[in-house]
T-cell receptor
Framework: GAVVSQHPSRVICKSGTSVKIECRSL??????MFWYRQFPKQSLMLMAT?????????EQGVEKDKFLINHASLTLSTLTVTSAHPEDSSFYIC????????????FGQGTRLTVV | KQEVTQIPAALSVPEGENLVLNCSFT??????LQWFRQDPGKGLTSLLL?????REQTSGRLNASLDKSSGRSTLYIAASQPGDSATYLC???????????FGTGTRLAVRP
């Protein structure tokens, strides 16, 4: 199947700093990528839909100024958690589908963010 | 609003058993249904994808069925192994390229 690479896999940052997470589709192009968040022992909740060349679409309750999304190319989307706080500690996962066709969603390895 | 529920929430079985995981969704207007596996602290691995027009899909010891009209899907795992221990998630999009709505997950433990 197609490969989605997410980096870093783990990050620890101090409260008040910003963290950038990258999501890359390695062998396909993705016009749209999705960013999910997962709390311990819970399922994935969609945060936002990242659209190449345009603004991201955020789900209700997700602060767009806190979770900055940039999708500057067909293979890369980034999520920046700005002014991180301990409550932002979570597992963040990105997903992408092949723009050329195919309905299967492929996921990155996830990023474990810990804010201290 | 689509809601996806999985039963049971947790399951512990001895090695070798056949087992069934259940997934139900409230809105039958789905494009497809996908089953994933998630190991602790890891991302998701796609197991099976069933198009809305299909009834089932098989891959090795896994078989997934879909009854769209009743809003149900099952994942059948044959001859379970300790390596099957993980959380299993089902997810549905409303249309092609749409976001996925995930189920609550089933945590499976297969005892040697």
């Amino acid at each position: 199947g197609a490969v989605v690479s997410q980096h870093p896999s783990r990050v620890i940052c101090k409260s008040g700093t910003s963290v950038k997470i990258e999501c890359r589709s390695l062998d396909f192009q993705a016009t749209t990528m999705f960013w999910y968040r997962q709390f311990p022992k819970q399922s994935l909740m969609l945060m936002a839909t990242s659209n190449e060349g345009s603004k991201a679409t955020y789900e209700q309750g997700v602060e767009k100024d806190k979770f900055l999304i940039n999708h500057a190319s067909l293979t890369l989307s980034t999520l920046t958690v700005t002014s991180a706080h301990p409550e932002d500690s979570s597992f963040y996962i990105c997903s992408a589908r092949d723009t050329a066709g195919g309905t299967e969603a492929f996921f990155g390895q996830g990023t474990r963010l810990t804010v201290v | 609003k689509q809601e996806v529920t999985q039963i049971p929430a947790a399951l512990s079985v001895p090695e070798g058993e056949n087992l069934v995981l259940n997934c139900s969704f409230t809105d039958s207007a789905i494009y497809n249904l996908q089953w994933f596996r998630q190991d602790p602290g890891k991302g998701l691995t796609s197991l099976l994808l069933i198009q809305s027009s299909q009834r089932e899909q098989t891959s090795g010891r896994l078989n997934a069925s879909l009854d769209k009209s009743s809003g149900r899907s099952t994942l059948y795992i044959a001859a379970s192994q300790p390596g099957d221990s993980a959380t299993y998630l089902c997810a549905v999009p409303k249309s092609s390229g749409d976001k996925l709505t995930f189920g609550t997950g089933t945590r499976l433990a297969v005892r040697p």
